[in-house]
């Protein structure tokens, strides 16, 4: 099979392999030579007619379409506008409870678990990144026995800042500081910032002196001697956790895709979608974010959300990011990417209602703000971006103990958080080995089913969470980025 029909009410197909002009598939005649992942029509289209793929609207003919040609942006433009009406139909789902699973992970003080045992420094400010970077360097004789890495997160931010701004600063360092992957943590400072350590310690909350130690470097004589020794005795904190079997039920994963292809809603995200599923009906927990591509697919969001509160405050998440992107002039629909475009997405809805498989057909039962933390067990969306680093790190902030990130394009970046990249293309995963850890693209090979394919991610996450690396963990990319809407004084 060469081609597919998502859904029986469509009038496109999608090419699963490259096509040639006059090829003939599902007693369609292929009129354009058609890439891997571009649709082609599968009946006459007229002008101003809606294009449907995945049984959804995803734009409208910008002039007349003959049966089987090639579709996309040369003759479809979308049908999104700034403003939408939405109605609460709450479509229960029919996900049955199933026995935990296990994996070896470590449990913490808090009741919590981590995947990871690794020390970490926080800087509370970019003003101190070459020193948080220095003790990294200068301390790894610590990684030894129980303790699996010593890592700093340097970013940019934590001065001249104001207002939300400052405070997603503080609150997304703060939750990192409290991850449980963090066996132990050194938070540093420099004493002038508008991020003081003071205010830092009040997002904080409680915490234990013996995980979390404090270095302000306008008042050490000697920065690097003085924060050598604090990861020192954290290290000793840090070394007593050891791996243990543990219940699904205190498992989170966050879910996100980048570089999106005309695949990556049939074969990764589905699969992604499927997983999550599985995982929830073991009692564990998934996080979705990435709002603006959200965008054209809402709907279907909204109609799982589990109550009239849960829908209300899921209104307000994609109103509000559409008001962020009308109060800086922008259009709501600016997506998708170039690269996007390369694999076959054509307008924003294309390229969202693909997004949102990636939630299965799990109720859900929260909406979270950016960097608030993850409290209930199930799907909970997350308000945040769509950009690659900065959603995953906003996953991580709210509690997932690994991100999976499907792709079509490929990405070697990694989070704070073990960082899964799931391909949608067989190709993909052949030419970047070193990118990859799971290939998807067998959906779309006939290899395995979504069902089989989620299944088996299941497992694989399972061993990555009792300690299997992961292709960015082996690479040692580890990166952080903080969502900024504001000016910088």
């Known amino acids: 099979m060469k081609t597919i029909k998502i859904h029986q009410e469509d009038n496109v197909i999608v090419?699963?392999?490259?096509?040639?002009?006059?090829?003939?598939?599902?007693?369609?005649?292929?009129?354009?030579?058609?890439?891997?992942?571009?649709k082609i029509a599968n009946r006459n289209i007229g002008q101003g007619e809606i294009i449907i793929k995945y049984g959804l609207p995803i734009g409208i003919a910008t002039k007349d379409i003959k049966q089987g040609e090639w579709v996309h942006t040369h003759n479809i433009k979308t049908r999104l506008e700034e403003e939408a009406t939405y109605t609460y139909n709450?479509?229960?789902?029919?996900?049955?409870?199933?026995?935990?699973?296990?994996?070896?992970?470590?449990?913490?003080?808090?009741?919590?678990?981590?995947?990871?045992?690794?020390?970490?420094?926080i800087p509370t400010v970019g003003c101190v990144n070459g020193v948080v970077t220095k003790l990294?360097?200068?301390?790894?004789?610590?990684?030894?026995?129980?303790?699996?890495?010593?890592?700093?997160?340097?970013?940019?931010?934590?001065?001249?800042?104001?207002?939300?701004?400052?405070?997603?600063?503080?609150?997304?360092?703060?939750?990192?500081?409290?991850?449980?992957?963090?066996?132990?943590?050194?938070?540093?400072?420099?004493?002038?910032e508008n991020n003081t350590i003071k205010l830092f310690k009040e997002a904080l909350g409680k915490w234990d002196d013996d995980r979390v130690k404090f270095l302000m470097c306008q008042e050490s004589e000697d920065e690097i001697k003085e924060g050598s020794e604090l990861l020192s005795q954290l290290a000793e904190y840090a070394n007593q956790f050891k791996r243990t079997q543990i219940s699904t039920e205190k498992l989170v994963i966050g879910m996100k895709c980048g570089g999106s292809d005309g695949l990556s809603g049939i074969t990764a995200n589905s699969a992604v979608g499927k997983f999550s599923d599985l995982l929830i009906s073991t009692g564990g927990s998934t996080i979705l974010t990435e709002v603006p591509e959200?965008?054209?697919?809402?709907?279907?969001?909204?109609?799982?959300?589990?109550?009239?509160?849960?829908?209300?405050?899921?209104?307000?998440?994609?109103?509000?990011?559409?008001?962020?992107?009308?109060?800086?002039?922008?259009?709501?629909?600016?997506?998708?990417?170039?690269?996007?475009?390369?694999?076959?997405?054509s307008t924003l809805e294309d390229k969202s209602c693909g997004c949102v498989q990636k939630g299965g057909s799990a109720d859900i039962v929260d909406v979270i703000g950016y960097g608030e933390?993850?409290?209930?067990?199930?799907?909970?969306?997350?308000?945040?971006?769509?950009n690659d680093l900065v959603s995953s790190t906003a996953l991580a902030a709210a509690g997932a103990h690994l991100v999976l990130f499907t792709t079509g394009r490929g990405t070697p970046f990694g989070s704070a958080v073990p960082t899964i990249k799931i391909s949608s293309n067989t190709s993909l995963f052949e030419k970047h080995s070193k990118w990859i850890d799971f290939n998807a693209g067998t959906i779309a090979d006939n290899v395995e089913t979504i069902d089989e394919s989620g299944e088996r991610l299941?497992?694989?996450?399972?061993?990555?969470?009792?300690?299997?690396?992961?292709?960015?963990?082996?690479?040692?990319?580890?990166?952080?980025?903080?969502?900024?809407g504001g000016v910088v004084l």
């Open 458 to 484: 299941l497992e694989f996450v399972l061993e990555v969470a009792s300690g299997k690396h992961t292709k960015t963990e082996i690479s040692g990319y580890r990166e952080i980025s903080i969502f900024k």
């Open 294 to 345: 959200m965008f054209g697919a809402e709907n279907l969001l909204m109609d799982k959300c589990i109550n009239e509160e849960i829908f209300n405050k899921a209104v307000d998440m994609i109103n509000g990011f559409k008001d962020y992107f009308v109060s800086h002039g922008q259009v709501v629909y600016e997506n998708p990417s170039p690269g996007n475009k390369e694999g076959g997405i």
């Open 15 to 38: 090419a699963l392999q490259n096509l040639e002009k006059d090829e003939i598939h599902q007693e369609i005649t292929v009129l354009d030579k058609i890439n891997t992942g571009h």
């Open 136 to 192: 990294a360097q200068d301390n790894n004789h610590i990684v030894k026995e129980n303790i699996e890495g010593l890592y700093a997160y340097p970013h940019p931010f934590g001065c001249s800042q104001m207002g939300e701004d400052d405070q997603n600063t503080r609150r997304v360092l703060a939750s990192l500081v409290n991850h449980p992957n963090a066996g132990a943590v050194l938070v540093v400072g420099l004493g002038c």
């Open 373 to 386: 933390q993850v409290k209930k067990q199930g799907l909970t969306l997350l308000n945040g971006p769509g």
């Open 90 to 121: 709450h479509k229960k789902s029919a996900l049955q409870k199933t026995e935990p699973k296990t994996f070896m992970g470590y449990e913490r003080k808090d009741g919590r678990a981590g995947i990871r045992n690794e020390i970490w420094i």
